[in-house]
């Protein structure tokens, strides 16, 4: 509790020596919000992957290291008439605040959709602190290599099982990290979407209003990002995909500011980094936003002469330098395993560049093996827009195959992006063109652009072109639009009560199972993961070393504390051996899948069992 | 000179406004037609059977915030 308060305190200190910083540069609004929180989170990042980097990534450390970061910048920005600005900051903080509730106290559209959406994130936010990380990619690898930083206080790769924990650029991970290392709980760590979310919404709303949409009517339609079902039921999970398509949108609004500064050009270097480091597809992303950012640049140098050459070498330079992060992943990968995709290899025009399967290739077969999903393409994108069927029995999950963007997106968003895209070339509104086009061509260079979470970042046509439809009609349309929302966005709050999962009968046990612990296997946690890793993360005592073959859950076997270790240990030559390699280890217990070999080995090896289910079982090592 | 501008600022405003209804039915238009593909054309057993199941946990939701209260 001690180190959550301290973690909050920090999270304070960080937050406050950053937006002083952005204040003094003169930001304002949007640029203001974008400049702390892209700096906030890149010192989060940068400090954990130096530190990482020296083996040295732990509590302290870290907490150290960023409080005397933010304290010097804090004592610098401060050094002269320290008064006089700190009031200056608080009167542009009330003058804000005093003008966005003058603006918004007689929109009671706008406040009647806010108090929705409001509901609907305060909900998935209390979801998020009642239940544990329980989504499947969670438990198998974006958390499992949190586990593993705790475990070696480094980011480097672990031998394991799991390519998705060795190969797969983990800036994601950093950042749900941040809410894990320093408190030493996972509580917070499957609400590291929220902010982004945020952002997202803020992002949209600045872009709309670039792009001449009235600011009353942006400011409504951009809350149409926290009406999709997939962003809401992400916001509860340990996925990136939020992150992503917020990122990208944050990126696009960045390159559309006329004459970029300094900072802007480490702000787009930031969030080019934070894309890339997410996940590979991140790469698609950042190339959407070079041409848009080389052209305003040209346009910017175009009168310097030849001699100005250094500016723009130096303007570069900004965006490159946070790009080292970004590109860490992918040297690492390309050393390492021979492939800057690992886990997938690249194909190009049929010729195969780097080995192995492409992420078509991967996920192509699995996809095919749905039968309920059309073959087409464009059918397929109709198929799930138009939510017919339901994933692993729910309408809506995190990582639903079936469903689209929901009920805003298919009536109202769909259309206003048709209409603002006629709108946008009966009144030359070229920059909504471009900005379309360009998230038209990501959505469709996307090989799997049916599936929601891939490509939600699709619903910016929707909600800007909603915005320019909204600044365009009667004020009658006008009402009669606005109120549609608010009825549509009461159909997803009914839709998504449960996120799939959080059953009220699930909310009510696993609130009791809060006051008593002896309850949890009663939780839903004892059916995804499973009662086997309630029982592991039990019984393994502090420095025990659990010992694990091929499982795709692997974070659930750390205890709450993670003062135990794991250590991948498969069966893949004779039991000898595979016995040789558990007392080196040191292990203590043998985690198993039943159908994997190490279970074959460990009854080979007649190891005393001491648990058992219908997919587990738990051996002692003695 | 004053009439003249008056009468092409008038002029405008009636454009606008023309240009605004004309706006204004192709996306009510629009959004019919999707509104009914989403919830006549495809509302499919499927998606019936999940409003009939969130109806059930929101009573159950309703229910305990009541017995709490």
């Known amino acids: 509790m001690i180190l959550f308060v301290v ?55 870290l907490l150290v290291v960023n409080a005397v970061i933010s304290s010097l ?35 009671w559209l706008y406040i009647a959709l806010l108090v929705v959406t409001g509901l609907i994130s305060l909900w998935t936010i209390f979801l998020g602190l009642v239940f544990p990380v329980i989504d499947w990619d969670g438990n198998a690898y974006h958390m499992t290599y949190i586990g593993y930083v705790f475990q070696n206080h480094h980011i480097f790769d672990t031998f394991t ?60 339609s951009s809350l149409a990002f926290l009406l999709l079902p997939i962003v809401i039921n992400q916001m509860k999970t340990t996925y990136v995909d939020v992150l992503t398509s917020s990122l990208f949108i944050a990126g696009i609004a960045l390159t559309l500011k006329s004459r970029y500064g300094r900072l802007d050009f480490l702000l787009l270097g930031i969030i080019c980094s934070l894309l890339l480091s997410i996940k590979s597809s ?38 490159a330098l946070p790009l080292i992060f970004g590109a860490y992943w992918y040297v690492k990968n390309l050393f390492l395993y021979g492939t800057p995709l690992y886990p997938f290899g690249i194909k190009v025009a049929g010729i195969q560049l780097f080995p192995g399967k492409t992420f078509e290739e991967f996920l192509g077969p699995v996809m095919d093996g749905f039968t309920q999903l059309p073959k087409g393409c464009l059918e397929r994108v109709w198929f799930t827009w138009t939510e017919q069927e339901r994933w692993s029995g729910c309408l809506y999950n995190y ?16 259309p206003a992006a048709i209409l603002g895209i006629a709108l946008a ?9 471009y900005i379309s086009a360009v998230a038209a061509a990501v959505f469709a260079l996307h090989p799997f652009n049916f599936y929601s979470r891939y ?43 449960t996120l799939c999962y959080f059953t ?80 080196r280890s040191n292990a203590t217990y043998v985690f198993t899948d039943k159908t994997s070999k190490e279970h074959a080995a460990a009854a080979e090896a007649q190891l005393k069992t001491i648990y058992e289910d219908d997919l587990y079982e738990v051996y002692k090592v003695e | 000179m004053r009439t003249t501008s008056m009468k092409s600022t008038k002029l405008s405003k009636q454009q606008n406004s023309r240009e605004s209804i004309l706006i204004s039915l192709v996306f009510a238009g629009l959004v019919t037609l999707c509104g009914i593909a989403y919830f006549v054309i495809y509302n499919t057993d499927a998606r019936l059977d999940w409003y009939k199941y969130m109806y059930e946990e929101w009573g159950k939701l309703l229910d305990l915030i009541v017995s709490k209260l």
């Open chain 1, 504 to 583: 009220v009968d699930a909310i009510r046990m696993q609130w009791r199972s809060l006051k008593d612990p002896a309850l949890v296997g009663e939780t839903f946690y004892a059916v995804n993961p499973g009662k086997a890793y309630i029982f592991m993360s039990r019984t393994a005592e502090p420095g025990d070393v659990v010992a694990y073959g091929n499982v795709y859950f692997i974070y659930p076997l750390w205890r709450a504390d993670y003062k135990n270790s794991l250590v991948y240990t498969p069966a893949d030559k004779d039991v000898h051996s595979w016995l040789e390699s558990l007392r």
């Open chain 1, 455 to 497: 490509t939600l970042f699709i619903a910016l046509v929707g909600i800007i072109g909603f915005g320019l439809v909204l600044t365009h009609i009667t004020s009658l349309a006008r009402t009669v639009s606005k109120v549609s929302v608010i009825l549509l966005a009461l159909v997803v709050a009914f839709t998504n009560l």
């Open chain 1, 73 to 107: 910048l804090l004592f610098y920005l401060l050094r002269k008439k320290p008064q006089q600005l700190l009031r200056r900051y608080g009167r542009q903080w009330a003058s804000s605040l005093r003008s966005v509730t003058r603006d918004v106290r007689t929109d």
């Open chain 1, 425 to 433: 070339i009966w009144k030359k509104n070229y920059l909504f063109l």
């Open chain 1, 399 to 414: 990582d639903s195959t079936f469903a689209g963007l929901g009920p805003v997106w298919f009536v109202i968003l769909l």
């Open chain 1, 161 to 220: 099982n799991l390519a998705w924990i060795a190969g797969y650029p983990k800036g994601g991970e950093f950042i749900q990290m941040w809410n894990v290392l320093i408190p030493r709980n996972d509580i917070l760590a499957d609400l590291a979407q929220v902010p982004f979310a945020i952002l997202g919404v803020y992002s949209l709303y600045y872009i709309s209003t670039r792009l001449g949409v009235a600011a009353k009517h942006a400011r409504f």
């Open chain 1, 7 to 61: 973690w909050i305190l920090l999270n304070c200190l960080m937050l406050l020596s950053i937006d002083l910083l952005s204040f003094k540069l003169g930001r304002k609004a949007w640029h203001r919000f974008v400049s702390t929180f892209l700096m906030f989170y890149a010192q989060i990042v940068f400090t954990q992957f130096f530190l990482g980097l020296v083996h040295q990534l732990d509590t302290i450390q």
């Open chain 1, 282 to 319: 991140g790469l698609i992303f950042v190339a959407a936003l070079v041409p848009l950012f080389l052209w305003k640049l040209w346009r910017q140098n175009k009168d310097e002469s030849i001699a100005k050459l250094k500016t723009f070498a130096w303007q570069l330079g900004l965006v």
